[in-house]
């Protein structure tokens, strides 16, 4: 059965503070690892990795995918109350047709 | 563009009602998917669809139906529901793989 396990579950910072949020897979035949950050309703796309070493950046978040390891890193640097939401990671793999298996997430609130 | 449209947003259902959530999608996306979020959950799979015509379970079926007979449509039916069926809904979909659209949810309470 695949296994997406993410830590911390939750994380209290305060603005201007720099935080990373793990996320460690075990998956037959893995094809990509995504993140997404969710607020009030639907999640929202961050990042999808697919191959080793390459860091994946848009603005103050990056990502990294290490599989020889089998985890992934979520990097959010110089923090800000609006970052505060649940951040999902999610893995797809096997036969796919595009079927994802989360992680039950990262609760980020970030204080002013 | 709507994307992808779920309804309804909310809804209070007894013990042992029947209901369908709805999901449609105008961007011609063969594949679609429902997913249940639990408090502290990640999402869980429940049924998906390759294309108008085909469906197949997820990871959690059980008390659920689905139908694609169009690909814009995939309503999820809930027979009999019960108070495990407390959740919020999301519908997505997708071209290919991945680059998924979710509708903005369906928050069920079964009392």
């Known amino acids: 059965e695949d296994k997406v396990v993410q830590s911390p579950l939750s994380l209290v910072v305060h603005e201007g503070d720099t935080v990373t949020l793990n996320c460690s897979y075990e998956?037959?035949?893995?094809?990509?690892l995504l993140w997404y950050k969710q607020e009030k309703k639907a999640p929202t796309f961050l990042f999808m990795l697919t191959s080793s070493g390459i860091e994946k950046k848009s603005g103050r978040l990056s990502s990294i995918l290490d599989k020889k390891e089998l985890f992934s890193i979520l990097n959010i640097t110089a923090t800000q109350t609006g970052d505060s939401a649940i951040y999902l990671c999610?893995?797809?793999?096997?036969?796919?047709?595009?079927?994802?298996?989360f992680g039950q997430g990262t609760i980020l609130t970030v204080h002013p | 563009n709507a994307g992808v449209t779920q309804t309804p947003k909310f809804r209070i259902l007894k013990i042992g009602q029947s209901m369908t959530l709805q999901c449609t999608q105008d961007m011609n996306h063969n594949y679609m998917y429902w997913y249940r979020q639990d408090p502290g959950m990640g999402l869980k799979l429940i049924y998906y669809?390759?294309?108008?015509?085909?469906?197949d379970k997820g990871e959690v079926p059980n008390g659920y139906n689905v139908s694609r007979s169009t690909t814009e449509d995939f309503p999820l039916r809930l027979e009999l529901a019960a108070p495990s069926q407390t959740s919020v809904y999301f519908c997505?979909?997708?071209?290919?793989?991945?680059?998924?659209?979710f509708g903005s949810g369906t928050r069920l309470t079964v009392v």
């Open positions: 998956v037959t035949n893995f094809r990509s």
């Open positions: 999610a893995v797809g793999g096997g036969t796919s047709y595009g079927k994802l298996t």
């Open positions: 669809s390759v294309g108008a015509g085909i469906t």
């Open positions: 997505a979909s997708t071209p290919t793989d991945y680059g998924y659209t």
